[in-house]
């Protein structure tokens, strides 16, 4: 039979009680220092003639204090004390100090790692630290007049920020202060550890009592989109369970970031409360689609949907301008270009953008904007007042001049560098809305087989639309050189899902438009280049190259961000990406400027508004410049510029979908 001795018994006990935290590891210490000073107080007793409870006393002062050890007399007691003196810089001065130095070590640890619930209320919960975090985290610290409205929204007095990251510490908190979370806005966010698929973790950012939940995509590690997207839905069933009501309280709003649109009923289903999804598929698909009709149009999209963007959505009150028409009504924002109206119907927010010009505003309807600043979307109250003197005017607008628009021309000939399952989805949307013949080429490392049977589904069969797989890695120049891309009438260089990490996609990115860049060196006409890039940072290399770019994650980080603000917003979002009417368009600028007769901006709006067309601003119709919208638009517009507009819309009458999932 297996015996232990008695220091194994002595050793097991001893690290038994170690294990239990500093409060027991300084009573074993406690324990030690009062058999030491009972050892040493008998050892002496024969030296002298004290009690023997002061001999204990000196032998415990001799422990705590090496200054006693010079006024000892004799061998012995010096022999004691010395090996007393030795004994109280091991048990004082070693461990007793290594044990407060671990407790307080342990406790800054813990409290860097925000592991205590916050107490606040009304605030505004990101859960998950990852590529989109930081962004949306800059995009709420600088709302300007939309973190007002939110707080009276709230009735709160000061914008609170919690987040939830796996990891808290310096570094982390280093990086919001480079993006915004610096000054006055360093106690605006809270940092708190813990994952966002734990219900405990949840409860320590009090998402019961939040204004409005957060909950960004691709914060879950790198991974297939199904992958992200199943995490996304598990967190919604945590938060349903966590967030239940109390005391009849509402379920807090929850903005959340899917990959495949396909998910949408399945996180519906999992959150009973009011619930916005954006679908970074469905947006991208979209921007694509307008690229190929339009090309150039993603230039407009990157504007309106960046962080850094000059001209962004804002929306507003009716206030004094209800019941009047939207045509009229433009007439009172002299410095923003109202577009659209959100109505409210039977408790859906819906959206429409350029609605027909005899639309009345009703009291209740929230005006649309594309504006520099919420400032410069307050209406002329001395023009909003005189609805009489408008009508006039509106009746001899000079608008009304018949001058047929020209609509952009389809390329025939697509070539894709890239896979992603997305492609699925895009080429059915090709297939459901071609007017004329087109050829799309994808070209990719992954197994053309595979992609094949993907892309077959897909078009089902439809004539309009020809897809070719090429097997090539388009970073090798001499295989893209083979596919022939001066060929084509446009390029896309797509992010390739195949590489899980996103640096690592991006560099692939880069390096494949370097490549193709050299081979188009010589192309005329040189076929029009999108790329889409999975990281924002990694922008700045590619340099002045005049191509199209298209970062999908910082378009959704301004979404989620302005939706969390300003819910309103996410109504005019979900336009963007489902509604096919009243989308952005270009157009040539020499018509237009024929039949106005003048390229001042607010001259080619009332033409434009007469033929159903909401005039946004203008950009080059070549590779470089960008786009100039109405409140920067100092300089007439050139003969061979291209015109930035939204398509006409359909009013509020007619069938539409939901805003962007809410529920």
């Given at each position: 039979?297996?015996?232990?001795?008695?220091?194994?018994?002595?050793?097991?006990?001893?690290?038994?009680?170690?294990?239990?935290?500093?409060?027991?590891?300084?009573?074993?210490?406690?324990?030690?220092?009062?058999?030491?000073?009972?050892?040493?107080?008998?050892?002496?007793?024969?030296?002298?003639?004290?009690?023997?409870?002061?001999?204990?006393?000196?032998?415990?002062?001799?422990?705590?204090?090496p200054?006693?050890?010079?006024?000892?007399?004799g061998?012995?007691?010096r022999?004691?004390?010395?090996?007393?003196?030795?004994?109280?810089?091991?048990?004082?001065?070693?461990?007793?100090?290594?044990?407060?130095?671990?407790?307080?070590?342990?406790?800054?640890?813990?409290?860097?790692?925000?592991?205590?619930?916050?107490?606040?209320?009304?605030?505004?919960?990101?859960?998950?630290?990852?590529?989109?975090?930081?962004?949306?985290?800059?995009?709420?610290?600088?709302g300007?007049?939309?973190?007002?409205?939110?707080?009276?929204r709230?009735?709160?007095?000061?914008?609170?920020?919690?987040?939830?990251?796996?990891?808290?510490?310096?570094?982390?908190?280093?990086?919001?202060?480079?993006h915004?979370?610096?000054?006055?806005?360093?106690?605006?966010?809270?940092?708190?550890s813990?994952?966002?698929?734990?219900?405990a973790?949840?409860?320590?950012?009090n998402?019961?009592?939040?204004?409005?939940?957060?909950?960004?995509?691709?914060?879950f590690?790198?991974?297939?989109?199904?992958?992200?997207?199943v995490?996304?839905?598990?967190?919604?069933?945590?938060?349903?369970?966590e967030?239940?009501?109390?005391n009849?309280?509402?379920?807090?709003?929850?903005?959340?970031?899917?990959?495949?649109?396909?998910?949408?009923?399945?996180?519906?289903?999992?959150?009973?409360?009011?619930?916005?999804?954006?679908?970074?598929?469905?947006?991208?698909?979209?921007?694509?689609?307008?690229?190929?009709?339009?090309?150039?149009?993603?230039?407009?999209?990157?504007?309106?949907?960046?962080?850094d963007?000059?001209e962004?959505?804002?929306?507003?009150?009716?206030?004094?301008?209800?019941?009047?028409?939207?045509?009229?009504?433009r007439?009172?924002?002299?410095?923003?270009?109202l577009?659209?109206?959100?109505r409210?119907?039977?408790?859906?927010?819906?959206?429409r953008?350029?609605?027909?010009?005899?639309?009345?505003?009703?009291?209740?309807?929230?005006?649309?904007?594309?504006?520099?600043?919420?400032?410069?979307t307050?209406?002329?109250?001395?023009?909003?007042?005189d609805?009489?003197?408008?009508?006039?005017?509106?009746?001899?607008?000079?608008?009304?001049?018949?001058?047929?628009?020209?609509?952009?021309?389809?390329?025939?000939?697509?070539?894709?560098?890239?896979?992603?399952?997305?492609?699925?989805?895009?080429?059915?949307?090709?297939?459901?809305?071609?007017?004329?013949?087109?050829?799309?080429?994808?070209?990719?490392?992954?197994?053309?087989?595979?992609?094949?049977?993907?892309?077959?589904?897909?078009?089902q069969?439809?004539?309009?639309?020809?897809?070719?797989?090429?097997?090539?890695?388009?970073?090798?120049?001499?295989?893209?050189?083979?596919c022939?891309?001066?060929?084509?009438?446009?390029?896309?260089?797509?992010?390739?899902?195949v590489?899980?990490n996103?640096?690592?996609?991006?560099?692939?990115a880069?390096?494949?438009h370097l490549?193709?860049?050299?081979?188009?060196?010589r192309?005329?006409?040189?076929?029009?280049?999108?790329?889409?890039?999975?990281?924002?940072?990694?922008?700045?290399?590619?340099?002045?190259?005049?191509?199209?770019v298209l970062?999908?994650?910082?378009?959704?980080?301004?979404?989620?961000?302005?939706?969390?603000?300003?819910?309103?917003?996410?109504?005019?979002?979900?336009s963007?990406?489902?509604?096919?009417?009243g989308?952005?368009?270009?157009?040539p600028?020499?018509?237009?400027?024929?039949?106005?007769?003048s390229?001042?901006?607010?001259?080619l709006?009332?033409?434009?508004?007469?033929?159903?067309?909401?005039?946004?601003?203008?950009?080059?119709?070549?590779?470089?410049g960008?786009?100039v919208?109405?409140?920067?638009?100092?300089?007439?517009?050139a003969?061979?510029?291209?015109?930035?507009?939204?398509?006409?819309?359909?009013?509020?009458?007619?069938?539409?979908?939901?805003?962007?999932?809410?529920?």
């Open positions: 039979m297996y015996r232990l001795r008695a220091a194994d018994r002595l050793r097991y006990f001893l690290e038994r009680q170690f294990i239990k935290g500093a409060g027991y590891q300084l009573m074993v210490v406690a324990c030690t220092v009062a058999l030491v000073s009972v050892v040493g107080g008998f050892l002496i007793l024969p030296t002298g003639d004290e009690a023997y409870g002061d001999a204990v006393w000196w032998a415990f002062l001799r422990l705590t204090d200054g006693y050890l010079g006024d000892d007399e061998n012995w007691r022999v004691v004390s010395t090996w007393l003196t030795v004994s109280g810089y091991v048990l004082f001065m070693g461990t007793l100090i290594a044990i407060l130095t671990q407790w307080l070590n342990r406790t800054m640890r813990a409290l860097e790692q925000g592991l205590t619930p916050i107490t606040v209320r009304g605030h505004i919960v990101v859960l998950g630290m990852g590529s989109r975090t930081v962004p949306i985290v800059g995009e709420l610290l600088n300007g007049g939309r973190i007002r409205a939110f707080l009276r709230m009735r709160r007095r000061s914008l609170r920020i919690a987040v939830l990251s796996q990891r808290v510490d310096a570094s982390v908190a280093h990086q919001f202060r480079l915004g979370a610096r000054g006055r806005h360093r106690q605006d966010v809270v940092l708190r813990g994952s966002a698929l734990e219900t973790d949840l409860h320590r950012v998402v019961a009592e939040s204004g409005v939940i957060i909950l960004p995509g691709g914060v590690g790198a991974g297939e989109q199904v992958s992200e997207d995490n996304t839905i598990k967190t919604l069933i945590a938060l349903r369970e967030a239940r009501p109390r009849d309280r509402p379920l807090p709003l929850v903005i959340a970031e899917l990959q495949d649109h396909r998910q949408a009923d399945v996180a519906r289903a999992a959150y009973p409360g009011p619930l916005a999804l954006i679908t970074v598929d469905a947006l991208v698909n979209r921007i694509l689609l307008q690229q190929l009709r339009y090309p150039g149009i993603a230039r407009v999209y990157a504007e309106l949907l960046s962080l963007a000059s962004r959505f804002h929306v507003r009150e009716a206030g004094d301008i209800a019941g009047l028409s939207l045509q009229a009504a007439r009172c924002f002299p410095n923003a270009v577009c659209g109206l959100i409210t119907t039977a408790g859906t927010p819906r959206a953008l350029n609605p027909p010009g005899d639309t009345v505003i009703a009291a209740d309807d929230h005006l649309v904007f594309v504006a520099e600043a919420y400032r410069d307050t209406p002329d109250r001395g023009a909003a007042a609805d009489a003197r408008l009508a006039v005017d509106d009746a001899a607008s000079p608008a009304r001049v018949n001058a047929a628009p020209v609509e952009a021309a389809a390329s025939g000939r697509l070539l894709i560098l890239g896979w992603t399952p997305r492609h699925a989805g895009l080429l059915a949307a090709f297939a459901e809305q071609a007017a004329a013949p087109l050829e799309v080429d994808i070209v990719s490392i992954y197994p053309a087989e595979q992609r094949e049977r993907h892309c077959r589904r897909a078009l069969g439809a004539s309009m639309v020809q897809c070719q797989q090429l097997e090539a890695d388009f970073v090798a120049r001499a295989e893209l050189a083979e022939s891309p001066e060929r084509y009438d446009q390029v896309w260089i797509v992010r390739s899902e590489v899980e996103s640096q690592e996609a991006d560099a692939r880069v390096v494949g490549v193709l860049s050299q081979l188009l060196a192309a005329r006409p040189r076929p029009r280049v999108l790329m889409e890039l999975a990281e924002a940072g990694n922008r700045s290399l590619l340099g002045e190259h005049g191509d199209d970062v999908p994650s910082l378009m959704v980080s301004h979404m989620l961000g302005q939706g969390a603000l300003c819910p309103e917003l996410l109504a005019v979002f979900d963007l990406i489902k509604d096919s009417h989308q952005p368009i270009l157009l600028a020499r018509p237009w400027l024929e039949a106005a007769d390229g001042d901006f607010h001259a709006c009332a033409h434009m508004a007469a033929h159903g067309y909401c005039l946004l601003g203008w950009m080059p119709p070549g590779a470089f960008e786009p919208f109405g409140g920067d638009a100092a300089t007439p517009c003969a061979d510029n291209v015109l930035i507009a939204l398509a006409p819309g359909i009013g509020f009458d007619a069938d539409g979908g939901d805003a962007v999932g809410s529920h």
